[in-house]
């Protein structure tokens, strides 16, 4: 198993497009999350699934964001009408069920808005 | 709530110095502790966790860190830099999302920089 795989890594769009970026976590593991990171600041947390179930969802999560897991294999988040501010890193994690276990993190999309 | 604390965003030592990377955690409920190191466009790897029992945590690479209690703290030390570990150091506590997941809460990391 290669780990966690995020794609793109780097992603540059103008301010209104939508963008969508795609996790793939380890292959045995069920639970998945997505984190937010901007420059000098540590991860945020933004969404969890479990398998396909979308369990929990920060505040950081605006209506402009979605995020899905079909089939409790891949995810995908998507960012609807970009703004600058949406720039960061986009990582994503995954962990086996089981409590305080630990989460792989994937190498990350960067976003970047103009 | 919970939240962390990383006292020092950058810290410089010289090869073969003690490294101590300071971190603070608030906590309602027993904490789950984590450090994680972050090398540049690369992901987050973990270095060590606490979660019951010995207070004295051993991690990857030489690095350990203790718990304490009644200080609130989880430093992360290191006897002896070495220059392969300039990198960014985040602390994490769990935080509680309901009964089946838990998510991490960070702290602004510590940037750890080694000179010769």
């Known amino acids: 198993d290669t780990g966690v795989s995020q794609d793109p890594r780097h992603k540059i769009t103008k301010r209104g497009q939508n963008v969508t970026f795609r996790c793939d976590p380890i292959s045995e593991h069920n639970r998945l999350y997505w984190y937010r990171q901007t420059l000098g600041q540590g991860p945020e947390f933004l969404t969890y699934f479990q398998n396909e179930a979308q369990l929990e969802k920060s505040r950081l999560l605006s209506d402009r964001f979605s995020a899905e897991r079909p089939k409790g294999s891949f995810s995908t988040l998507e960012i609807q009408r970009t703004e600058q501010g949406d720039s960061a890193m986009y990582l994503c994690?995954?962990?086996?069920?089981?409590?305080?276990?630990?989460?792989?993190f994937g190498q990350g999309t960067r976003l970047t808005v103009v | 709530a919970q939240s962390v604390t990383q006292l020092g965003s950058h810290v410089s030592v010289s090869e073969g110095a003690l490294v101590l990377l300071r971190c603070n955690y608030s906590?309602?409920?027993?904490?789950?502790l984590f450090w994680y190191v972050q090398y540049p466009n690369q992901g987050l790897q973990l270095l060590l966790k606490?979660?019951?029992?010995?207070?004295l945590v051993k991690g990857i690479n030489g690095f350990e860190a203790e718990f304490k209690k009644s200080e609130t703290s989880f430093h992360l030390t290191k006897p002896s830099a070495h220059m392969s570990d300039a990198a960014e150091y985040f602390c994490?506590?769990?935080?509680?999302?309901?009964?089946?997941?838990?998510?991490?809460?960070f702290g602004k990391g510590t940037t750890l920089s080694v000179s010769s």
């Open positions: 906590s309602s409920v027993p904490p789950y």
């Open positions: 606490y979660t019951t029992g010995a207070t």
């Open positions: 994490a506590v769990s935080g509680s999302l309901n009964q089946a997941g838990t998510a991490l809460i």
């Open positions: 994690a995954s962990s086996l069920e089981g409590t305080y276990t630990e989460a792989f």
